[in-house]
Each structure stands twice: as structure tokens, then as C-alpha cells.
DNA sequence: CAATTTATGTAACTATTGTTACTGTATACC
DNA sequence: GGTATACAGTAACAATAGTTACATAAATTG
């Protein structure tokens, strides 16, 4: 059954034979919503494949404090895995699920291998890599250029685009955590979106119009 | 000439196979400081390994303001090459040589193919994605979780460290720029700095003590 | 060596963001 | 239903960073 749900998202991507090994291999995994999958300083031993839902990865800074870096959606997979993976190294992020999530863990010793063999596997993983790295820009442009209503206005956009839903359902609180700023600032900046027309507020839920 | 010169930096790192490939193949290339070798919006042909000096990335936003991402130094790759040699895109960040700068051109058919043949290749370029996502994340940091002034500090560290050399040669609307501040904030900061014992400030020059 | 350009110092002000403190109000719990 | 808790609104203030404006001094140019 491993194998169907892999063929719905990767059939497109990968060789029939290589599904068929991931689909041997692979571990099948289902978490709940504000499931952690990864936490800063673990040790990483396998590399995730998403078959649907979306992760959050996150940044810590020493003092505990947070920065949402990007989302994960399906057919996506954790650069930072790759990257913990091959250096054995712990990990630098954050990552826990945005909504329920069923993904396909593989055990790293098939990594190298695979990038041999399979000419599907390499651009997978090089893509992978291409793909955070432009989420990471972006990441840097909003903080480092935009102002805190613009990253908050991108913020609400992008988090419903990802969950497919206009309606948010969330604390100001938890926005504060995810733009690493402070509750007040947020609501402060809601009510003016609120003001302009561009969103609803109502307790628990924001609606984008 | 160019085996010599490559040996002396990636010998360790590459077999002697590749090592003759890419002194067949590869081209050489020196520039002087100050060179702009990537603008933003370029297409990339060939991907540069670093035999000596150090290369400044940088990110554009749209109106042309800059931030410093990171420095390249011998033995680095720019991951950027990378991502748009695979994806066939346009180039994401500027690259501007930091000091006179040498550099091994290597024409990016050959990726795929040195991928499957030679197993250093394939790590030095995981590698090399790996290398660039954590200073990304590390520039993630200063400007999400540090002040300016701590900003300052670590990029004149960091800048020492890259030339070698404790008296950086720079004024301070360069230094403005690559932070993305103002040149009267960062004489302001500077000041505080020398007035904390931390640096000498002379016309054109910042000595660290 | 006078004139111009470039680099830096500094003050006064503005804008943005963060903090503290207190309020009201919906929801959950007993 | 009454109490406690979590969420949101708002005002007043503080801290940081950016802007404008001008002064001074070193270097460069003719």
C-alpha cells in the first residue's frame, strides 16, 4: 500500500524501478497536526519523502527564539535532512507538521547509491537542494527588505496557499512566534489589514478576502 | 599550468582522474578585485572552482538595495552556479571578487556525467550545497536575531578572517551597503566601537584589535 | 597651493518595532 | 452559572535604526 500512495505523488518524478525499492524500503509515516518531526540538535538517520500535508521548518537561535524559514508540501523533502545526512551532523532547524502528514522515511545508506543509479534520484536531490536554496532567499528578502506588515501580509498569503484555505486558524500569538516578533506587533498590524479591508478577525481565525 | 595550480588546492579532495578532466576541460580565469563575476538576472554557463583569493555573494532586492549573504574562499564552489545550471535560470545573487581572485571555469555538461562517474564529485557538490545552506542560515541569523551593532561586529570578524589580515581597507558606506544600513548608522556604530576599545578607526581603514 | 572631491563626525528628528500594562471578551472548566 | 484561562484591543512609552542636514578634514586634481 506503500506503493500506491508513492505513485500518486512521485510516479511523475521517479523510475518505476526506484519506486519499487523506495516502496521496499521506505517506511510509511503518519503524524498528527503540531506533530515535531525534527528538533534543533538531533541527529538525522533517515530522509523524509512528503506524501501530503505541510511541514513548517523553523530556525532557533541560542536563546530559544524562532524564524519560520519555509513550508514543505508534498512531493517535497528536507534539504536539511540531506545536508544532516551526508555530514553527519545535527540538526540547524526546526521542523514540525502544519497539518496531519503521512510521509516515507528512508534510511540515509541508500543515498549514494541511489544518486549512482538512478539519474531521477540525482535530480531529485539536486532540485531539492535548488528549491530550499530559493526559499531561503526569499526568506532572507523578506527580513532583511521588507518591513514587518509586508512580511506579515506575505506570511498570511503564503500559509493559506499552503493549507489551501482562506481561512487561517490561529492565534496572533502564534503568528508573533513564526515572524519572530511579539503578539502586540501583530495585532497591531492585523487590525490595520483588518482596516484596509484585506482580511477578517475573528478569535482563533483570520479570513483573507 | 592549470594541474599545478589545482592540485595544490583539491588534490586531496578529487581523484587524479578528475583531476586530469578537469585540468583538460576546465578554463582558466583570473580577475582582479573588485570584479563583478555573476550579476543578478544573468544566465550561468559554467560553475567556478576557487583556487585562491575570496568572492563576496551577495543578495539584490528589486530596487537594487544589497545584502551580503556570504564570502566564497579557495576549495568553495558558488551553489548558485549549481541551481542554475541544473534549473536553466537566471542567476539569484551577485558575485563580486573580494580580493584578485583565480578561478577554474568548468563548463556544466559535464556535471551530470562527473555525478556518476566520480564519488568525490558527487560529494564535493552535496557538500558544497550543504556548505552554502548553513551560511545562509547563519546570515538567516544576524539579521533576524542580532542588533546591528552585533551585525557589525561579526561582519568585520568575518571579513578579517577571510582576507587574513586585521586592518580592513574599506569605508564605511561600503560596509553600509553590504549590512543594507546607512552610512551615518554604521559611522555611528563604528564610533561606539572604537570608543569600546574594539577597533581603530583611520580614513579608509579599520584596524581590529 | 587653491579648489574640488571624498570620507567621516555629529546633531536633531522621524519611523518602525518592541515593551509594559491594563482592558474587555470569548471559551472552557468546575 | 460563576470562575479561571486564553485571546485580542489599545494606550503610553522605550529602543533601535534610518534620514536629513551640516561641519570638518583628508586626499586628489588641476
Redesign the pocket.
Known amino acids: 500500500m506503500i506503493i500506491d500512495e508513492l505513485e500518486k505523488q512521485y510516479s511523475y518524478i521517479f523510475e518505476k524501478e526506484l519506486l519499487l525499492e523506495i516502496s521496499k524500503i521506505g517506511v510509511l509515516k503518519e503524524v498528527p497536526e503540531a506533530f515535531e518531526l525534527i528538533r534543533a540538535g538531533q541527529f538525522v538517520k533517515s530522509m523524509p519523502l512528503l506524501l501530503n500535508g505541510v511541514i513548517k521548518i523553523l530556525r532557533n537561535d541560542n536563546d530559544g527564539e524562532e524564524l519560520l524559514l519555509y513550508f514543505l508540501e508534498k512531493g517535497d523533502t528536507c534539504a536539511m535532512t540531506l545536508t544532516c545526512c551526508l555530514g553527519e551532523t545535527r540538526s540547524e532547524i526546526k521542523a514540525i507538521s502544519e497539518t496531519p502528514t503521512k510521509l516515507i522515511m528512508i534510511p540515509i545508506e541508500k543515498m549514494d547509491s541511489w544518486l549512482i543509479k538512478y539519474k531521477s534520484w540525482r535530480n531529485f536531490v539536486l532540485n531539492s537542494y535548488q528549491n530550499r536554496f530559493m526559499e531561503m532567499l526569499d526568506a532572507i528578502d523578506s527580513i532583511a527588505f521588507?518591513?514587518?506588515?509586508?512580511?506579515l501580509e506575505k506570511y498570511l498569503k503564503n500559509r493559506a496557499k499552503v493549507i489551501d484555505n482562506n481561512i487561517l486558524f490561529?492565534?496572533?500569538?502564534?503568528?508573533?512566534f513564526d515572524?519572530?516578533?511579539?503578539?502586540?506587533?501583530?495585532?497591531?498590524?492585523?487590525?490595520s489589514l483588518?482596516n484596509q479591508g484585506k482580511i477578517k478577525?475573528?478569535?482563533?481565525?483570520?479570513e483573507l478576502l
Open positions: 521588507n518591513k514587518m506588515d509586508e512580511r490561529c492565534t496572533h500569538q502564534e503568528i508573533a515572524l519572530h516578533s511579539s503578539r502586540v506587533v501583530i495585532s497591531r498590524l492585523l487590525k483588518e478577525i475573528s478569535r482563533n481565525s483570520i
